[in-house]
């Protein structure tokens, strides 16, 4: 199960997703994609959220991609809500750039 934050917004998911599967996107691809049932200003704001939570990189001129961050969120090896990188064995997990022992 993937651990979102209450700042994600159901489009998040989907948006990562289609980010993953072509490596990159615009809000005017993700609109013409027909998965993302929203406007492309709205979808503009989810880009930047998302961004500046570390889970896309805005390369320039709305041009965006995933990060590792994001990735692993996908991956279900990310909380968003906590910042921190889930190993799935109860081990070392790593919060924002420090690494502990859980």
Known sequence: ?????????IWDDRILEW???NDS????ELKESGRIHVSKSHISRRLQRLAEHGLLQNLA?????ITEKGEAYLDEEYDAETDVYL???G???SVGDNTRTA
């Open 1 to 9: 199960m993937r651990h979102s934050a209450s700042w994600m917004s």
């Open 19 to 21: 980010i993953r599967e």
């Open 25 to 28: 996107a615009t809000p005017k």
């Open 61 to 65: 001129r709305g041009v965006y991609v």
């Open 87 to 89: 190993d799935g064995s």
């Open 91 to 93: 081990g070392d997990v």
